[in-house]
């Protein structure tokens, strides 16, 4: 398993830490994240990734839940060289819980 893999019960410690309810999107999203290469990842692909696993999801989800991520400091979005956001788990999300590791840039 990935060193900085992350289980089901510590992503909904942690959504229950920052008063987010546990649903799917949210759930599978994190996941996709902390167990993702240490590069950030855009929503574009974050969807795409989600719907090679099997998951059935709009784009606009995928959005709004990043973007509620961020918000609440699980994620944290930065603009990549074409001025698209790109996300990573963000402090709130490495400090909820010692299950996980920082994500460092390459």
Do not use: C, F, N
């Not at 855009?42 to 998951?55: F, N, T």
């Amino acid at each position: 398993m990935h060193e900085r893999s992350m289980d089901t019960e510590a992503i909904l410690e942690l959504l229950k830490a920052v008063r987010l309810r546990p649903t799917t999107p949210r759930v599978r999203i994190l996941r996709l994240l902390a167990d993702g290469e240490s590069r950030p990842i855009s929503s574009k692909d974050v969807y795409r990734i989600l719907l090679l696993r099997g998951m059935h999801i709009s784009v606009p989800a995928v959005y709004r839940t990043m973007r509620e991520l961020a918000d609440k400091g699980l994620v944290h979005g930065e603009r990549g060289r074409r001025r698209e956001a790109r996300y990573r788990l963000g402090a709130e999300g490495l400090d909820a819980t010692s299950r996980i590791r920082p994500v460092y840039w390459q």
